[in-house]
Structure formats: C-alpha cells, structure tokens
C-alpha cells in the first residue's frame, strides 16, 4: 500500500513570497489533516477535512493560510505571504473512516521543511 | 482538551526495556491515549492505542492504570534503531475536532550500545 505523498520535500523562500505544498493521501482516507512542526516542537494540527468538507480550520491563520481538498482526494496548503515565522515542517496526514483499520490510526507523509529568509 | 506531559528526554542502552510515562490527568471519559513515534525527516509513526488496562502488540506494550490519568509505553530490549521522539496523544477518535489533536513536545529517547 502506498503511503501519504507530500511535495515538495523542501523549499526556501523569501518572506512575503507565495508557496503551496501538495499532499496526495493513502487511497480510500477520507480524513485529511495538515499539521505544521516548528524544530523542536510536537506537531501542530492545522486544519483537518473529512472527503473535501473542513471539519475544523480554527488553528489556522486564515489572514495567510488556506488550504483545500478538490474532489475529496488531493490537498494543498498555501501560504501568502510568508513569513520568517513559518519556516517549519508541514506535515499531511490520512486516516481511513471510522470502524475500518481498528483504530483511528493517522499515516503521516514525509513532510515539506520550508525555510522562509 | 486533555494536554499530557512528558519527559523531555531519556537515555537507555540496548538490549534494555525501556517505560515512558505520560500524564493525562483531565483525560476524559471518550478518550483514547495513542503513541506515535518520529524520526528525524520523518513524519510520526502509530505505535500504540488503548482504553484502558493494557495493549500489547509486536512493537510495544501500553499500560493504562483505573484512573487513567496517565500510561506508560513500554519498549522491551530497545535497540539503536529506537532512538527517537515519542508523542503521547490524548483524545476521542475519530477526532471530530483539529482543536482537540494536541501532540504535546514528545520525549526524546536516545539508546546507546
């Protein structure tokens, strides 16, 4: 089974420049979640949909952030402007629906580490 | 929401069982606790989930006392390869909610030979 996708693996940006990071999900997961992981910090829960509906986006900075889920499969996560503060690990993660794989395990991707100069 | 906390690090050496505890002392009554384990340049990996009492699977053991204000993750005769930062995750699954998914800081095990 092929796992959770993310590209690109790294990124260096200026601040106030644009990025979007892609997340393709392990195939049949309905819920979707990306998370943002500062060096030396657990990860934090940014925005999480379940199919190509939000669930809850109440951690997400909405003045620069956005992120969405076409077709319930694919995912991106926009940032504009960047800022120095977002250099930072953007994790996706899937878990299949409820009742299936026994517990609601997350599959996590490899992550994009994004540098913001 | 059920915070937990950690230790910030522990050594061990191979070969040793290895028991990390987590405090949970708001946990409430739906609530699952779950340990994920993450390597460096990687994203976090499922270890363990449990309810209550004590889970046990081919990676590790998870011990729940009555209360439920904490567990211990429990990883016999640990090796190089386990050197890692381990989460305690609290809450009710399927996590209806993105407020309600706290990772906490993790503990940071190393193992030496």
């Known amino acids: 089974e092929a796992g959770v996708a993310q590209s690109p693996r790294y990124k260096i940006i200026e601040k106030r420049q644009s990025v979007a990071f892609w997340c393709n999900p392990i195939s049949g997961h309905a819920t979707l979640y990306w998370y943002q992981q500062i060096l030396g910090q657990g990860p934090k829960l940014l925005i999480q949909?379940?199919?190509?509906?939000?669930?809850?986006d109440s951690q997400l900075p909405k003045d620069r952030f956005s992120a969405e889920r076409l077709k319930g499969v694919d995912s991106t996560l926009k940032i504009q402007p960047a800022k120095l503060e977002d250099s930072a690990v953007y994790l996706c993660a899937s878990s299949p629906p409820p009742g299936q794989g026994g517990t609601d395990t997350q599959y996590f991707g490899p992550g994009t580490r994004l540098t913001v100069l | 929401l059920a915070k937990t906390t950690q230790p910030i690090s522990m050594d061990s050496y191979e070969g040793q069982e290895v028991n990390i505890t987590c405090s949970h002392n708001n946990i409430a009554t739906n609530d699952y606790i779950t340990w994920y384990q993450q390597f460096p340049s990687q994203g976090p990996r499922f270890i363990i989930q449990?309810?209550?009492t004590k889970v046990t699977n081919e990676v590790a053991s998870l011990f729940i006392p009555a209360d439920r204000k904490s567990s211990t993750l429990s990883l016999p005769r640990v090796s190089l390869s386990d050197t890692a930062v381990y989460y305690c995750?609290?809450?009710?699954?399927?996590?209806?909610?993105?407020?309600?998914?706290?990772f906490g800081s993790g503990t940071r095990l190393s193992i030496r030979p």
């Open positions: 949909f379940q199919n190509n509906g939000v669930v809850d």
């Open positions: 449990g309810y209550k």
């Open positions: 995750l609290v809450g009710d699954p399927p996590y209806s909610s993105a407020s309600k998914i706290i």
